[in-house]
């Protein structure tokens, strides 16, 4: 089927040190984005890169398509970076499916 | 830009009572409406998508009956939660597209069923 796969699943550091979160999906996507879902829940998207890098601010995000690979690189976190990163990416058909997340904790 | 909106953003209702929530897109041309949901502890999971001329399509284990689902124009969509359960509760997302490019996210709506 078509999968997005996240790891690590939970991910915990001290504040300044380096992030890198990891998405896998089974078919090449046209679009895969990335999402921060907050404790509280909603839902903010950080960047779409279907392929090479981009950057904003501290985040960096690395896609190789024809490994169906995507990463998310968060730099000097702080604790205010706590909570959900979500990969999303497009299946042609109007529709998007999501991985099951990487939880951040990031301790102060 | 390309802004999708979503209200309301938190709601409680009662069991057995129903909830209507909408999401607004500005900015651009909303051919295409999914609506998704995140059970606790769940990732989101699509319930149905709705695009212009086109019937909208559930997915497996959710009905129109359950969630009816209005397209009326291109910058607008809304879900209505029929008979509201505990099981219902969650956030719900509405992504917007244009032409199948890149679909837009709201923030959700939190459904919270007493």
């Known amino acids: 089927g078509q999968q997005v796969q996240q790891s690590p699943a939970s991910l915990v550091l001290q504040e300044g040190e380096n992030a890198e979160l990891q998405c896998n999906f089974s078919s090449t996507a046209t679009q895969l984005q990335w999402f921060y879902q907050s404790p509280g829940g909603s839902l903010v998207s950080l960047l779409s890169n279907p392929s090479g890098t981009k950057h904003t601010g501290r985040l960096t995000s690395t896609t190789v398509t024809k490994e169906r690979r995507s990463s998310l690189h968060i730099s000097s976190s702080q604790t205010t970076d706590s909570g959900t990163y979500l990969c999303a990416r497009d299946t042609n058909a109007y529709k998007v499916i999501f991985g099951k997340g990487t939880h951040l904790h990031v301790l102060p | 830009g390309a802004l999708v909106y979503q209200y309301p953003r938190r709601t409680i209702c009662k069991s057995g009572t129903s909830m209507r929530m909408e999401c607004q897109a500005v900015?651009?041309?909303?051919?295409?409406v999914a609506w998704y949901r995140q059970s606790p502890q769940k990732t989101f999971e699509l319930i149905a998508l709705s695009t212009v001329n086109s019937a909208i399509k559930y997915e497996q284990n959710f009905t129109q009956e359950k969630f009816p689902i209005s397209h009326p124009n291109l910058s607008f969509s809304s879900m209505t939660v029929l008979n509201a359960y505990l099981e219902d509760r969650g956030l719900y997302l509405c992504?917007?597209?244009?032409?199948?490019?890149?679909?837009?996210f709201g923030p959700g709506t939190r459904l919270l069923v007493l």
């Open positions: 900015g651009f041309q909303a051919t295409s």
């Open positions: 992504g917007a597209g244009q032409g199948g490019d890149t679909q837009y």
